[in-house]
T-cell receptor, first 114, second 114 residues
Framework: GNSVTQMEGPVTLSEEAFLTINCTYT??????LFWYVQYPGEGLQLLLK?????DKGSNKGFEATYRKETTSFHLEKGSVQVSDSAVYFC?????????????FGKGTHLIIQP | EAGVTQSPTHLIKTRGQQATLRCSPI?????VYWYQQALGLGLQFLLWYDEGEERNRGNFPPRFSGRQFPNYSSELNVNALELEDSALYLCASSPGLAGYNEQFFGPGTRLTVL
C-alpha cells in the first residue's frame, strides 16, 4: 500500500537557519506529492505540490523537488522565520489506485526560535 | 472566495451517543473528503464523496458514515461514540479526483468524547 515517512521532530532551529524536512514515500501508481502546513489551532493549508517526476514545487520561500529515483520530496527553505513555526505534513495522492484520499506522513513539528 | 467551512467548531459528547459534523465545500467543488486527526495517530482518510455518492472509505468501522447533499455539502455521522473517537475531524474539498487536484481543508471540528 501507499505510505509516507517523514521526521517527526520537534525540529528546533534559530531564525534565519536553513531548513530541511525529509520525506520519502512508497506508492504503487503515479503519485502527486504535496506539503501541507498546519498552524496552531487551524486546519491544513496547502504549501506546495508537484505532480510528476523532477517537478519542483515552491511557495513562500519553501521548495521541494519530486525525486522519483529516490522516492523523496524533501522540503527546504533557505532562511526560516519565527512565523514558520507550525506542523508540516508530507502527503501523496496516488491516481493509479483511484482517489483514495491523501496519504499523510505523521507530521513534523517545527519550532523557530528568535 | 469562501473557503471550506465546518460546523460546529467544538463538540462534546458522551460515550454511546451519536455525533453529526457538517462541511460546506468551496463553491464549484464536487468532491468532499473527511479525515480524522487523532493524537498520536496522525491524519487518516475516512470517507470520500463525489456527486452525491460515497466513492471510497478508509479503514474505519461502519459506525462512521455520512452523506453528500445535492448542494455538495456533507455530513459525517459517528454512531455509538467511543472514547478513542476523540479527535479533530477535518473536511476537505476538491474540484475532482485528488490525483489531479489538491484538496482544500476546513478548520476542523474538535470532537471530545467523555
Amino acid at each position: 500500500g501507499n505510505s509516507v515517512t517523514q521526521m517527526e521532530g520537534p525540529v528546533t532551529l534559530s531564525e534565519e537557519a536553513f531548513l530541511t524536512i525529509n520525506c520519502t514515500y512508497t506508492a504503487t501508481g503515479y503519485p502527486s506529492l504535496f506539503w501541507y502546513v498546519q498552524y496552531p489551532g487551524e486546519g491544513l493549508q496547502l504549501l506546495l505540490k508537484a505532480t510528476k517526476a523532477d517537478d519542483k514545487g515552491s511557495n513562500k520561500g519553501f521548495e521541494a523537488t519530486y525525486r522519483k529515483e529516490t522516492t523523496s520530496f524533501h522540503l527546504e527553505k533557505g532562511s526560516v522565520q519565527v512565523s514558520d513555526s507550525a506542523v508540516y505534513f508530507c502527503a501523496l495522492s496516488d491516481y493509479g489506485r483511484g482517489a483514495d484520499g491523501l496519504t499523510f506522513g505523521k507530521g513534523t513539528h517545527l519550532i523557530i526560535q528568535p | 472566495e469562501a473557503g471550506v467551512t465546518q460546523s460546529p467548531t467544538h463538540l462534546i459528547k458522551t460515550r454511546g451517543q451519536q455525533a453529526t459534523l457538517r462541511c460546506s465545500p468551496i463553491s464549484g467543488h464536487t468532491s468532499v473528503y473527511w479525515y480524522q486527526q487523532a493524537l498520536g495517530l496522525g491524519l487518516q482518510f475516512l470517507l470520500w464523496y463525489d456527486e452525491g455518492e460515497e466513492r471510497n472509505r478508509g479503514n474505519f468501522p461502519p459506525r462512521f458514515s455520512g452523506r453528500q447533499f445535492p448542494n455538495y455539502s456533507s455530513e459525517l455521522n459517528v454512531n455509538a461514540l467511543e472514547l478513542e473517537d476523540s479527535a479533530l475531524y477535518l473536511c476537505a474539498s476538491s474540484p475532482g479526483l485528488a490525483g489531479y487536484n489538491e484538496q482544500f481543508f476546513g478548520p476542523g471540528t474538535r470532537l471530545t468524547v467523555l
